[in-house]
């Protein structure tokens, strides 16, 4: 079992930047491929970005590459979204992820946080 928590979100305008944290609760945290999704009101969960247990292999969506970044320590059992030049259509509720193998899709993740809101005003 995978417990994860999300934090860091926010309301900032467009062009700032946020960084979120995700922490994990197990040992076996850092076997775990970890995944970043946000859902907008009235849209699906989409997947934004993902990274191996060993980040070595890095997923990113088309509309935040060269954007954000997603990094992990699996020391700390913490996984990050750097988000940077924020659009108003960034604004969702972000969720982090675990999946045993690095995947873009949603049922391919076993555990969810609970998420944490960011807005991005105009």
């Known amino acids: 079992q995978v417990q994860l928590v999300e934090s860091g979100g926010g309301l900032v305008q467009a062009g700032d930047s946020l960084r979120l944290s995700c922490v994990a609760s197990a040992r076996t945290y850092s076997r775990y491929a970890m995944g970043w999704f946000r859902q907008a009101p009235g849209k699906e969960r989409e997947f934004v970005a993902a990274i191996t247990w060993r980040s070595d292999i890095t997923y990113y969506t088309d509309s935040v590459k060269g954007r954000f970044t997603i990094s992990r320590d699996n020391i700390k059992n913490t996984v990050y979204l750097e988000m940077n030049s924020l659009k108003p259509e960034d604004t969702a509720v972000y969720y982090c992820?675990?999946?045993?193998?690095?995947?873009?899709?949603?049922?391919?993740?076993?555990?969810w946080g609970q998420g944490t809101q960011v807005t991005v005003s105009s």
């Open positions: 992820a675990a999946s045993v193998f690095i995947a873009k899709t949603r049922n391919e993740y076993d555990y």
